[in-house]
């Protein structure tokens, strides 16, 4: 096994618990100034102190704790301390997705048809919301306004709207502490809620973070519509380690009076989902492949894909139906809107090519057991269609989480299996979610809740390469500290320079933060 080391403590600008301290303290002193006085890269430094440190959630999973009905109780107190109510939340008409996979894509289905239709129907709607996670590159690509991000500005803006008005208020001071803050992804929920209503949007779009039941998302009582993506094993602390126990809390979105759907579930997953239905007195449709699909281009052209296609219409369709009253869905077929806000949408980190000189670049952000498997064949299928000579080339990652090292054998055995001649990747690459050789994260990508020590050691990684070197002892195993170091390296391991059409065929997968940073790099963008 080739490993390539050297020592990166000095790159990792990791904030400690006194310094997030020091940063909170900061912008609590300026609390009294214009929002406009503070920057976009303020409100990221005053982000990042809202993190959970490493020690803190190592010391919870221990003890045990993990989020209740409490932690939507205390959403609902923050909303009431910066002025609103479940109430005030209807006017949003909340399309709120859940799942353990497409959800994301799912999301962006439905934001692209009902732009579509905004686009020859004027005002219908008038504005589209879109909340997701996590980033690629910028925190802002979170909280997204007729599919793009708020600006630098607006965000700095909203983002200290709100922490101003956390600080100043005292409502709900039984349920939360006084000044207190949520959690970082908790905040931005929070401040996505501010955004949509002070811009007048009319429909939004909520993929939850984890889970469902008790995600930050769930404090909207009355959303336009819910649906479920495909299920599977994903956070197993947190939501459990079987499918039923996923499903019951991915379950939690659905809310009595509103309708909901979901996709073909594995049957343990399904039957959970419809008895708690039943619970809650939720209409759930269990939808099969959309007819109307016939003919129109999918991408990538796949069972999973249409199945998210498929959810992601019956959601835009019961949006515009109460947006507009004289909306009717086709029966025969879909609107040329619809079809093409399928065949145009753009999600990027998942199963996307960017081809240049040296290499052809494949990036998909799956990261669980059946997801990492379709990126394997995905990949392989896009070798062989375009006909590309060059190494096979890996570039993986998933900090933190130590069951990931069992999700390497599907890939590995998936991408054999699939290529016509049985081979695997001729070089795997294993680094850390570091961005930059030289000034380490970039301030967006800072991230608390990881050992730091795992980091700067490479351990994680090194648990990765002794698996694939079991798994496929012919494959060249690095370890190299951080991405744009890992892309550097994969650019120049094309075997034969002398032949033209080399080219290195690579497959940068694991973690959507692993892909976020490779698409800076890539493309040198401060957001996507």
Not at 7 to 24: D, F, G, K, M, Q
Not at 349 to 354: A, I, L, P, S, T
Request: proline fraction near 5%; include cysteine.
């Amino acid at each position: 096994m080739h490993h390539v080391l050297r020592p990166i403590a000095s790159r990792l600008p990791l904030v400690s618990p006194l310094r997030s301290l020091t940063i909170t303290n900061y912008f609590t002193s300026k609390r009294t100034m214009t929002s406009n006085a503070r920057t976009y890269n303020d409100a990221i430094d005053a982000l990042n102190s809202l993190q959970t440190p490493f020690a803190v959630i190592e010391a919870r999973r221990k003890a045990g704790i993990r989020p209740d009905a409490h932690s939507v109780k205390e959403m609902r107190a923050y909303l009431a301390r910066i002025g609103y109510s479940s109430q005030d939340l209807d006017r949003l008409n909340i399309v709120h997705v859940a799942g353990t996979k497409g959800k994301g894509s799912t999301c962006a289905f439905v934001d692209s048809l009902l732009t579509r239709h905004q686009r020859t129907h004027p005002g219908i709607p008038k504005r589209i919301g879109l909340f997701t996670s996590p980033h690629l590159i910028a925190v802002r690509e979170r909280i997204r306004i007729d599919s793009k991000p708020i600006s630098e500005e607006q965000f700095a803006r909203y983002f200290f709207d709100v922490w101003d008005r956390l600080e100043a208020s005292d409502v709900a001071k039984d349920e939360v502490a006084l000044g207190s803050k949520p959690i970082y992804a908790r905040y931005l929920t929070l401040m996505s809620y501010h955004v949509y209503l002070s811009e007048g949007v009319d429909v939004a779009i909520y993929e939850t973070g984890i889970g469902g039941e008790y995600d930050a998302t769930n404090v909207v009582d009355r959303p336009v519509a819910s649906g479920i993506s495909t299920l599977g094993i994903d956070h197993v602390f947190v939501l459990g380690d079987t499918v039923d126990k996923i499903a019951w809390h991915k379950a939690g979105i659905m809310k009595t009076g509103s309708p909901a759907f979901t996709i073909e579930q594995v049957p343990s997953a399904a039957q959970v989902l419809m008895d708690r239905a039943v619970e809650k007195g939720v209409d759930l449709k269990i939808l099969e492949l959309d007819p109307r699909l016939q003919g129109v281009k999918i991408r990538p052209d796949a069972v999973f894909q249409k199945k998210n296609a498929t959810l992601a219409i019956a959601l835009a369709e019961t949006a515009l139906k109460k947006l507009d009253p004289s909306f009717k869905p086709r029966v025969e077929s879909l609107s040329p809107e619809f079809v093409e806000g399928l065949e145009q949408v753009v999600w990027r980190g998942r199963c996307e090519v960017k081809e240049e000189e040296q290499a052809v670049w494949h990036l998909d952000g799956a990261h669980t057991v059946d997801s990492l498997k379709v990126a394997g064949r995905w990949f392989v299928d896009e070798c062989v269609k375009k006909g590309k000579n060059g190494p096979k080339v890996l570039i993986f990652n998933q900090q933190g989480r130590s069951e990931a090292v069992d999700f390497l054998d599907g890939l590995c055995n998936t991408v054999k299996s699939a290529d016509p001649e049985g081979t695997g990747f001729s070089h795997v690459i294993f680094c850390t979610n570091v961005t930059y050789a030289k000034t380490g994260y970039k301030k967006d990508f800072v991230n608390h809740q990881y050992n730091p020590k795992d980091i700067e050691n490479m351990t994680q990684q090194r648990v990765f390469a002794e698996r694939w070197s079991t798994l496929d002892p012919s494959a060249n195993v690095m370890l190299i500290p951080t991405i744009e170091e890992a892309i550097n390296k994969a650019r120049n391991l094309v075997e034969d320079p002398t032949e033209g059409d080399q080219k290195v065929q690579a497959l940068i997968t694991g973690s959507l933060h692993l892909v976020g940073g490779a698409l800076g790099i890539l493309e040198k963008a401060d957001a996507l």
